[in-house]
């Protein structure tokens, strides 16, 4: 049983930082799909940052490139969300997700989700 557990979220000032943490469990493939995802309420849960675990490769939503920055410790299983110069309209409900079939932007074809964390940005 796959699982995947966020912390790392709370209130900050806008022009604060973050870092988000999703630990996983249950797997010990190298090579899949982890990612970020958010939602505000009202909204879609959009892709901010994917990472292919087995290349390296990413691919960031312009709405933070250049202020947030994914990245992975494999010793520890836990994918990492560092975000910098955070600003109200980046408050949401933060989503870690992980696929070992797709790696896309699509969070439908993300079959395991963490539960959420949520990240509150106050001008």
């Known amino acids: 049983l796959v699982q995947l557990v966020e912390s790392g979220g709370g209130s900050v000032q806008a022009g604060g930082s973050l870092r988000l943490s999703c630990a996983a469990y249950g797997y010990a493939s190298s090579d899949y799909c982890m990612g970020w995802f958010r939602q505000a309420p009202g909204k879609e849960r959009e892709a901010i940052a994917i990472?292919?675990?087995?290349?390296?490769?990413?691919f960031y939503a312009s709405s933070v490139k250049g202020r947030f920055t994914i990245s992975q410790d494999n010793a520890k299983n836990t994918l990492y969300l560092q975000m910098n110069s955070l600003k109200p309209e980046d408050t949401a409900m933060y989503y870690c997700?992980?696929?070992?079939?797709?790696?896309?932007?699509?969070?439908?074809?993300?079959?395991?989700w963490g539960q959420g964390t949520q990240v509150t940005v106050s001008s």
């Open positions: 990472m292919n675990t087995g290349d390296g490769s990413t």
């Open positions: 997700a992980a696929s070992f079939h797709y790696c896309t932007d699509l969070s439908h074809l993300f079959p395991y």
